[in-house]
């Protein structure tokens, strides 16, 4: 489904964010992106919404070349890619459930789908009754699940979630962990950018390390426990 081809980003300022990194991931996976600070984890993900372009390699999402997508078929990629930020990205003026429905609103679905949807949605992540709360209303916690939400309700293949407990204290990040392990069950394949390798090791999933722009470890199970002191004090 992903694959990732001997891919080098360079950014214009000079700085090399991926450097010759390969893997693949097939359908249904739950797959951790590991690293410190600057190791390249959220470029992959920008590399995947076609927000970037690599500077040499391939990047494929079911078959498709993405640096090759033109016009109409961009929008139709990111709407198979449910994106999780750290920083939320939601609209304070907007209400939860608003804010969840906005991909469907764009995408011209009928008033009855859009809510119908957006409900949905909230109930899976456990914000039924937040929904017509505003952003601030609610705690750190019940925003990431309000994204979590946003990204889930158009459907998508993938989740990529970019440091999505970074910010939460540990209970309310297990929380969430496990919200993502359920959709992951659901059949959805879900790649988790993260700096917290308790979850790593506990989850024992497929764990990708990236370092200095390169991919140095692809393995499954808690063999990372080893790095744990290393990668605490390289923490952002």
């Known amino acids: 489904m992903i694959r990732f081809e001997k891919v080098t980003h360079q950014f214009p300022n000079g700085v090399m964010a991926l450097q010759e990194v390969d893997f693949q991931i097939e359908p249904g996976e739950f797959v ?14 920008r590399l995947l919404l076609r927000e970037l372009k690599p500077t040499q390699g391939k990047v494929w ?15 139709e990629l990111r709407r198979r890619i449910g994106a999780v930020f750290q920083d939320f990205k939601l609209l304070l003026d907007r209400t939860i459930l608003e804010n969840v ?8 679905n009928s008033e009855e789908e859009i809510r119908k949807s ?21 705690s750190g916690g ?14 998508p293949d993938v989740i990529f979630a970019d440091e999505p407990t970074g910010n939460l204290d540990p209970e309310t990040a297990w929380q969430i962990v496990e919200l993502l392990r359920r959709i992951n069950q659901a059949g959805k394949t879900v790649i988790m ?11 024992k999933e497929r764990v990708i ?17 080893k790095k744990k002191h290393h990668l605490e004090t390289n923490k952002e």
Do not use: C, W
Not at 32 to 45: D, E, H, M, Q, V
Not at 124 to 130: M, Q, T
């Open 142 to 155: 019940e925003v990431q699940r309000a994204v979590i939400a946003r990204a889930v309700v158009g459907n």
């Open 118 to 138: 957006g409900k949905e949605a909230l109930e899976l992540v456990g914000l039924a009754d937040k929904e017509e709360m505003f952003p601030a209303q609610l």
């Open 101 to 108: 429905s906005l991909a469907l609103q764009i995408q011209n």
């Open 61 to 75: 999402f079911q078959n498709e070349n993405i640096a090759e997508l033109k016009g109409g078929k961009i929008p």
């Open 209 to 225: 390390r990236l370092e200095k722009g390169k991919a140095v470890g692809d393995k499954k199970g808690d063999i990372y426990k």
């Open 193 to 203: 950018a993260t700096h917290n390798v308790d979850v790593v090791d506990t989850l």
């Open 32 to 45: 951790f992106i590991i690293g410190p600070s600057g190791a390249g984890k959220t470029t992959l993900l």
